[in-house]
């Protein structure tokens, strides 16, 4: 059970760096009341083919975080 208690802790801790640190490129928050499943968006970088875009993802944190990776799935899809 501890694992549980220092995952949650550890993810709790990130959702207040992301919301006293905000970026211009890049948000990320948990969806609804499961902090283990965020929506995510991100700005295209200046100079690329992706500039002016915003693209929007999704990252499902497992409960064994931070020793496993979240898994990563981009929403948005890139029309040419």
Same mark, same amino acid.
């Given at each position: 059970m501890a694992n549980t208690s220092l995952h949650i802790k550890r993810i709790q801790q990130e959702i207040k760096e992301f919301q006293q640190n905000p970026s $211009?490129?890049?948000?990320? %928050?948990?969806?609804g009341e499961d902090i283990?499943?965020?929506?995510?968006?991100?700005?295209?970088? $200046?100079?690329?083919?992706? %500039?002016?875009?915003?693209?929007?993802?999704?990252i499902e944190l497992p409960s064994e975080y931070p020793m496993k990776p979240p898994s990563i799935f981009f929403i948005t899809v890139r029309i040419s």
């Open positions: $211009p490129n890049f948000h990320a %928050a948990p969806i283990h499943i965020w929506h995510f968006t991100i700005r295209g970088p $200046p100079d690329t083919e992706f %500039a002016g875009g915003l693209y929007h993802g999704k």
